[in-house]
């Protein structure tokens, strides 16, 4: 939910420079990633299973992005998809996706992006999002609310549940993807529609843009949801996971009030996070 402020928080010069190093960091990897795609772009490596890519263009925006965030800021943590991870002594860690959406970005798809988000002591402070092909940069500061290029962003309110268009993505592990299709199959009939963007960072900003009523999925990591659902929050989404918890990999879900509760209700009583 939106923060009601934060007068005991970080100081806004601090939070200010995470937003600037966050923001420089997403345009130039996005940039990368734009204008430097190659014709003939193939696949560099797999991670989870044979379909579950990584290109050369991944770890080219990362090391980017790590290489930038180390000379502006040597002293924070960092962690990203690809595997570069240190330790910090700031109290702050960057958790990166340089590129979510690699199957879209390897097929031409436009929904692809750079999700940038600094933590501090725990708790994601700053999220920006930048999908290129789209033109979109979304951002957002703990406590000051969401934005689209510079414009504020809220969440659409809540059409009745039978009306929702709910957007959510499928991992690359056999198993898991079968028992994903049986929640997706008993959900589909109860709601207007399903979605599938295949970029878990650019679904959570479509949520805050009033594009989807609703988001969920199963196993995502935290580079994919930090900056995600901090801008999704921000812009007066209902952020969460299984009953009692946060977003996390077991389930991570996104809604206007009015849909998340019925949305996470259903997804608790189908038990979306079991094999």
């Known amino acids: 939910m939106p923060s009601p402020g934060l007068p005991d928080g970080p ?15 997403a345009r ?39 290489e930038l965030i180390g000379t502006r800021r040597p002293d924070d943590g960092y962690l990203g998809e690809e595997g570069a991870e240190r330790p910090g002594t700031s109290g702050v860690r960057w958790v990166v996706d ?15 992006a750079v999700s940038v988000a600094a933590e501090l002591d725990g708790r994601t402070v700053v999220g920006v999002v930048h999908a290129p092909a789209r033109g979109e940069l979304f951002q957002a500061v703990l406590g000051r609310g969401a934005q689209l290029d ?6 659409r309110p809540a059409p009745p549940w039978g009306q929702a ?16 299709a049986e929640v997706l199959l008993a959900l589909m009939p109860e709601v207007r529609d399903i979605r599938r963007g295949g970029a878990a960072a650019v679904d ?12 969920y999925e199963r196993g995502l990591a935290p580079w994919d949801l930090a900056a995600g659902c901090l801008i999704a929050a921000e812009a007066g989404a209902l952020v969460g996971g ?31 996070w079991a094999d």
């Open 28 to 66: 130039r990897a996005g940039a990368l990633l734009r204008d430097n795609r190659p014709a003939d772009l193939g696949v560099a490596g797999t991670k989870s299973s044979p379909v579950d890519v990584v290109t050369e263009m991944d770890l080219a925006s990362e090391k980017l992005v790590l």
């Open 11 to 25: 100081p806004d010069a601090l939070l200010d420079e995470l937003l600037d190093v966050a923001l420089d960091a």
């Open 204 to 215: 959570l900003c479509d949520v805050a843009a009033g594009r989807l009523d609703g988001y």
């Open 150 to 155: 510079g414009r504020p962003v809220t969440a």
């Open 165 to 180: 268009l709910i957007a959510t993505g499928f991992g690359y592990v056999r198993s898991r993807r079968v028992r994903q």
């Open 98 to 112: 340089p590129l979510d959406g690699t199957v879209n970005y390897l097929y031409g798809l436009p929904s692809w």
């Open 242 to 272: 299984r009953p009692g918890h946060g977003p996390d990999g077991e389930l991570t879900v996104a809604a206007a009030p009015g849909v998340y509760e019925p949305l996470q209700e259903r997804l608790a009583r189908l038990r979306a």
